[in-house]
DNA sequence: CTGAAAGCGCTAACAC
DNA sequence: GTGTTAGCGCTTTCAG
C-alpha cells in the first residue's frame, strides 16, 4: 500500500495571455485589455475591437484572476464561512446554494470551517490574504449572532441567523411561518386536535414556530390545549412522554419541530397501530435524507430553506461588493403560496425567508 | 423590504509588504524575500536575517499568495470538487476533513459542486484559471469512477470512490470490512440468527457488505439462512417486508444498510413491542443526525469516515503537489481495534480506509 | 553576503 | 484611437 512519492503525469493545458492576443492581432497589451474588459466604448474602433475579441474566443482566452486581482484588488473570490459545518447535514445545501450563486457572476467560494471557534480568527485572516471581496457567515442553527469583528471590515452577509446590531445584512428562516403554516395545513386538512412536539432544548427557532403554531389555532377558534403540547430530549425519555400524550390526548394531527421529534411520532404510531396518512397527520420540519425518503398521504414536510438563503445571501453580497457591472437588486419575496391542501397526498410547503437589511428594517417583528 | 445599495463601513486593516519590512530593517526586498522563504542558508548573515524576521513578526507581515503565485504559479489553493453536495449530508464532513488537512500547510480550498454536471467542465476550468493547485474529486456514495478529463492533467485525488483506471490516487471506506465488523460484532454480543437489511438500489457498497456479513457468519459457523436477508426500498412497502421477515424468521440481531434501513426496523420493533437493547440487537451504518441523537445498548452504529477520507485525502493531494517543505508521507493506517463488546452499551464503530496508490496497488482486492 | 533588475499577467494614466 | 509606461507584491537570476 505504498509510501507515496509516485509520478503522476501531468501535461498543463497552453494557458493564453493578453500578451499573445497582442501581437496575434497586432496590437498592443493596453488595447486589449480595453476591450476584453468592455472599456472600448468610442476608444478603440469597432474594427479592431472585433478582430481583438475574435482571436481571443479562438485561441481560448482566459483571464488570469490573480494577475488581475494584483492590480485591481478584487479577486472574484467570496469567503464563505462556516461554524458546525461537519456536524449537520444542511451545510452542503447553503454551500451549493451560494455556490451557484456566485458563479452567474464569475465568483467563486473559498470555504473555511471553523468548528472549535478558537482557530477562527487565523482562518479569517488566512481569506482576508487570499483577498476574498467579502464574507458569507453561515450558522448551523438559527439563531443571533455578533458578526465576528474581523468581518466588520469588510462587506459581509450573515446566512442562517440574524446580525444582532445589523452591522450587516442577513438572512434566516421565517420560524413564525414554518409553524402558522404548518398548523393551518395541518386545520385545513380537517385536524381539530393538533399536538406540538417540541424539543427540550432552548432554541429560539422553537420560540417562534410554537408561536406561529398558537397563532393559528387561535385564528381558526381552536382551543389552546396545555396536553397537547410536549418538549422530548432524546431515546426512551422521548418516546414515553409522546406516548404518553398520544394515549392522554389522542391527537389526530402532529406538528413536530424536527425530524428527531417526528421520528418517536412514528414509533408511537407504529406501537399503537395508528397509520399517518388514515389515523392521524403529521408536519415535520427539515429534510434529513432517511425522513425525505418517506412519504405517505397527509405527511408534510415543511423543507427549510437552505440552498435559497445560500444563494440569496451571495447575490446580496455581491450587491454589496458592488460590482459595477450588475444592479443592485431587493432581497427575494420569497413568499411560496400555500401548497393546495390535498389530504390525501404528500405535501412539501416551501418556507419563506427572512431578511434584515441594515438598521432600518427589523423583518423580525411582527 | 429594501432595495440595497446600502452602504456598511468597511475599514481595511493596513497591509503590510515585504517593501516595507526591507526600508524599515534598512535591507533590500530581495534580502527580504530570502529570509522569509528560508532561503538564507549561508546567503544572508543569521544578524540581518534574526533582524528581518524580527521586524516582519513585529509589523505582523502575511505574504500575499495572489501575488507570489503570479511568479510561482502556485497557489496554495485546492480545488474541491463535489457532486451531489445538495442532496447528502455527508458533504459538510468530507469539506470539513479537507478543510482541517490543508490548514495544517497553508492551504485552503476552493469549492465548486457539479450537480447537474453539464456545467461541470466550466465549474473545473474556472478552478483552473484560478490556479489551484490540484484537485481532490468528491463522490457522495461510494463507487467507481472516472477522473474528469479535464483533471487528468493535475494532480488530483478522488475521495469517496475508487478510480477505475488508477489514474490517480484514490481513498474510500472499507466497505467489505463494514460488513464484516458489524456481524462480528452482532455475533460476539451473542447474536445467532442475524439479519440483513438492505436496500434495493443497485450500489456496490452493498455487495461488499454483505459479502463482509457472509464471511463473518460463515467464519462463526453459523448458517446462510436467505430468510434472514431482505432488500427493501422506501414506505409501506419496506415496512411490509421487514415485517414479514421478522415475523417469519425472528432475527435476534439486525445489520441494516444505512440509516433509512435501520428506520423500519425501528418501527416494526415498535409494532410488535420488541425493544432495542432487550429484544433485539441493531447495527446501523451512517450517522444521519436523527439517528446520531439515538443511543440504546446493543444499539450500534459504523461510522463512515467521512472526515478522515477529507483529511488523508488532502494530505495526500498536497504531497502529490510535492511541497518541498513537507516530506511525503503513506496512507494513513486507519484500522481501528474494534470497539470493546459490551453488550449493555451503545457502541460506534469506526470503519476502516480503503486507499489506491497507483496502479500498482489493488487495495480492494480480497 | 547583499542589492539591482527583470518580469509573472494585468490595469490605468498619460502620451502620441 | 492606440501605444507607451509604470507598477501591483513577489521571486529569482546575476553582479558586485
Same mark, same amino acid.
Given at each position: 500500500?505504498?509510501?507515496?512519492?509516485?509520478?503522476?503525469?501531468?501535461?498543463?493545458?497552453?494557458?493564453?495571455?493578453?500578451?499573445?492576443?497582442?501581437? %496575434?492581432?497586432?496590437?498592443?497589451?493596453?488595447?486589449?485589455?480595453?476591450?476584453?474588459? &468592455?472599456?472600448?466604448?468610442?476608444?478603440?474602433?469597432?474594427?479592431?475591437?472585433?478582430?481583438?475579441?475574435?482571436?481571443?474566443?479562438?485561441?481560448?482566452?482566459?483571464?488570469?484572476?490573480?494577475?488581475?486581482?494584483?492590480? @485591481?484588488?478584487?479577486?472574484?473570490?467570496?469567503?464563505?464561512?462556516?461554524?458546525?459545518?461537519?456536524?449537520?447535514?444542511?451545510?452542503?445545501?447553503?454551500?451549493?446554494?451560494?455556490?451557484?450563486?456566485? *458563479?452567474?457572476?464569475?465568483?467563486?467560494?473559498?470555504?473555511?470551517?471553523?468548528?472549535? *471557534?478558537?482557530?477562527?480568527?487565523?482562518?479569517?485572516?488566512?481569506?482576508?490574504?487570499?483577498?476574498?471581496?467579502?464574507?458569507?457567515?453561515?450558522?448551523?442553527?438559527?439563531?443571533?449572532?455578533?458578526?465576528?469583528?474581523?468581518?466588520?471590515? *469588510?462587506?459581509?452577509?450573515?446566512? &442562517?441567523?440574524?446580525?444582532?446590531?445589523?452591522?450587516?445584512?442577513?438572512?434566516?428562516?421565517?420560524?413564525?411561518?414554518?409553524?402558522?403554516?404548518?398548523?393551518?395545513?395541518?386545520?385545513?386538512?380537517?385536524?381539530?386536535?393538533?399536538?406540538?412536539?417540541?424539543?427540550?432544548?432552548?432554541?429560539?427557532?422553537?420560540?417562534?414556530?410554537?408561536?406561529?403554531? %398558537?397563532?393559528?389555532?387561535?385564528?381558526?377558534?381552536?382551543?389552546?390545549?396545555?396536553?397537547?403540547?410536549?418538549?422530548?430530549?432524546? &431515546?426512551?425519555?422521548?418516546?414515553?412522554?409522546?406516548?404518553?400524550?398520544?394515549?392522554?390526548?389522542?391527537?389526530?394531527?402532529?406538528?413536530?419541530?424536527?425530524?428527531?421529534?417526528?421520528?418517536?411520532?412514528?414509533?408511537?404510531?407504529?406501537?399503537?397501530?395508528?397509520?399517518?396518512?388514515?389515523?392521524?397527520?403529521?408536519?415535520?420540519?427539515? &429534510?434529513?435524507?432517511?425522513?425525505?425518503?418517506?412519504?405517505?398521504?397527509?405527511? @408534510?414536510?415543511?423543507?427549510?430553506?437552505?440552498?435559497?438563503?445560500?444563494?440569496?445571501?451571495?447575490?446580496?453580497?455581491?450587491?454589496?461588493?458592488?460590482?459595477?457591472?450588475? *444592479?443592485?437588486?431587493?432581497?427575494?419575496?420569497?413568499?411560496?403560496?400555500?401548497?393546495?391542501?390535498?389530504?390525501?397526498?404528500?405535501?412539501?410547503?416551501?418556507?419563506?425567508?427572512?431578511?434584515?437589511?441594515?438598521?432600518?428594517?427589523?423583518?423580525?417583528?411582527?
Amino acid at each position: 500500500m505504498g509510501t507515496a512519492g509516485d509520478e503522476y503525469e501531468y501535461r498543463g493545458a497552453p494557458v493564453i495571455t493578453m500578451k499573445q492576443i497582442a501581437t %496575434e492581432t497586432g496590437v498592443s497589451v493596453s488595447t486589449v485589455s480595453l476591450v476584453l474588459n &468592455n472599456r472600448d466604448r468610442g476608444r478603440v474602433k469597432s474594427e479592431t475591437a472585433k478582430a481583438i475579441r475574435r482571436t481571443a474566443k479562438r485561441l481560448g482566452y482566459h483571464p488570469n484572476p490573480m494577475a488581475r486581482s494584483l492590480r @485591481t484588488s478584487r479577486t472574484g473570490m467570496l469567503g464563505f464561512i462556516s461554524e458546525e459545518v461537519a456536524t449537520t447535514p444542511y451545510a452542503g445545501a447553503i454551500i451549493k446554494g451560494a455556490q451557484d450563486s456566485a *458563479s452567474t457572476r464569475g465568483y467563486v467560494l473559498l470555504t473555511v470551517s471553523t468548528d472549535g *471557534s478558537d482557530r477562527e480568527p487565523e482562518q479569517i485572516q488566512a481569506l482576508k490574504r487570499y483577498g476574498v471581496d467579502g464574507f458569507l457567515y453561515a450558522k448551523m442553527y438559527d439563531q443571533v449572532v455578533d458578526l465576528p469583528s474581523p468581518l466588520r471590515s *469588510s462587506p459581509s452577509v450573515v446566512v &442562517n441567523a440574524l446580525e444582532s446590531r445589523d452591522r450587516c445584512p442577513s438572512i434566516a428562516p421565517d420560524e413564525y411561518l414554518i409553524g402558522y403554516d404548518a398548523t393551518r395545513h395541518l386545520i385545513e386538512s380537517g385536524c381539530r386536535r393538533i399536538a406540538y412536539i417540541g424539543t427540550t432544548q432552548d432554541l429560539p427557532a422553537q420560540v417562534d414556530r410554537q408561536r406561529g403554531y %398558537e397563532a393559528a389555532l387561535h385564528e381558526s377558534g381552536l382551543s389552546k390545549d396545555p396536553g397537547l403540547v410536549c418538549k422530548v430530549g432524546f &431515546n426512551q425519555e422521548a418516546l414515553d412522554t409522546v406516548g404518553a400524550l398520544v394515549d392522554r390526548a389522542s391527537p389526530d394531527g402532529f406538528f413536530c419541530f424536527n425530524d428527531s421529534r417526528s421520528f418517536y411520532v412514528y414509533q408511537i404510531a407504529a406501537a399503537r397501530h395508528l397509520s399517518i396518512g388514515r389515523d392521524i397527520s403529521l408536519v415535520g420540519v427539515d &429534510n434529513h435524507p432517511v425522513m425525505a425518503e418517506t412519504t405517505a398521504p397527509r405527511l @408534510t414536510t415543511v423543507e427549510l430553506p437552505h440552498y435559497e438563503m445560500g444563494y440569496w445571501a451571495a447575490r446580496k453580497l455581491m450587491d454589496l461588493i458592488g460590482d459595477s457591472d450588475f *444592479s443592485t437588486l431587493p432581497w427575494p419575496q420569497t413568499r411560496a403560496p400555500l401548497p393546495p391542501l390535498d389530504a390525501e397526498e404528500p405535501t412539501r410547503i416551501h418556507c419563506r425567508l427572512v431578511v434584515k437589511d441594515s438598521a432600518r428594517a427589523d423583518a423580525r417583528s411582527r
